[in-house]
């Protein structure tokens, strides 16, 4: 049982570029997330899904593309990478339920610097 | 709208002295609260949650939380600080319907030997 798992751990662009990260997870959940992480701002959602093919928007989406083409994969795209977006990335999943398990299980992070 | 406030940037506590994270919330309903740690180059690992019942709960590595709600607060606290507790720790707030989680700002704890 990995939990969630993140690919890859490291990137660096170049102003303009593309890239996916790939977000694995094999514990069911039926919610995935994607968050930044910018130093003094905590965690920012950028985008979210409650479920194999749909995504919704959280605070921060624009410059960000995301797909949930099966329920165990969360794909985050940036298309045209800006400095801006020079952060490190989360993945998390949940379960459904009021009770909420455990909140969220999160990956290690993909730390992408965009020069 | 649901908020997360951490109001220290920072907690400075000698090992062996009590510590506390404070953390107030602001939520439409029944709060579901959350305390994660972060360490260095990790991810955010669950440490303790509150959903209904006994104010007081208690999570792993020793910590506990008290939820009060007249002062809309879930502060993190533990009796006796070990150096291995130092990390960055989150406060988040659930929102029921839709599964979405408001994080803090994050709260550095530094524990001294």
């Known amino acids: 049982n990995a939990g969630v798992t993140q690919t890859p751990k490291f990137r660096v662009l170049k102003t303009g570029q593309s890239m996916t990260l790939l977000c694995a997870q094999d514990?069911?959940?039926?919610?995935m997330y994607w968050y930044r992480q910018d130093p003094g701002m905590g965690l920012r959602l950028i985008h979210y899904?409650?479920?194999?093919?749909?995504?919704a928007k959280g605070e921060v989406p624009d410059g960000y593309n995301v797909s949930r083409l099966k329920k165990q994969n969360f794909l985050l795209g940036l298309e045209s990478a800006a400095p801006s977006q020079t952060s490190v990335y989360f993945c998390?999943?949940?379960?459904?339920?009021?009770?909420?398990?455990?909140?969220?299980?999160f990956g290690p992070g993909t730390r992408l610097t965009v020069l | 709208a649901q908020s997360v406030a951490q109001p220290e940037d920072q907690v400075n506590v000698a090992e062996g002295n009590p510590l506390t994270v404070k953390c107030t919330y602001s939520?439409?309903?029944?709060?579901?609260l959350f305390w994660y740690v972060q360490y260095p180059n990790r991810g955010l690992q669950f440490l303790l949650k509150?959903?209904?019942?006994?104010?007081l709960v208690k999570g792993s590595y020793g910590f506990e939380a008290e939820f009060n709600k007249s002062q809309t607060s879930f502060h993190l606290k533990k009796p006796s600080a070990l150096v291995s507790d130092s990390a960055l720790y989150f406060c988040?707030?659930?929102?029921?319907?839709?599964?979405?989680?408001?994080f803090g700002s994050g709260t550095k704890l530094n524990v001294k030997p």
């Open positions: 998390a999943s949940s379960s459904m339920g009021l009770a909420g398990g455990n909140g969220q299980y």
């Open positions: 514990m069911n959940h039926e919610y």
């Open positions: 899904s409650v479920g194999e093919g749909t995504t």
């Open positions: 939520v439409s309903g029944n709060p579901y």
């Open positions: 509150y959903i209904t019942g006994d104010n």
């Open positions: 988040a707030v659930r929102e029921g319907n839709f599964n979405k989680f408001y």
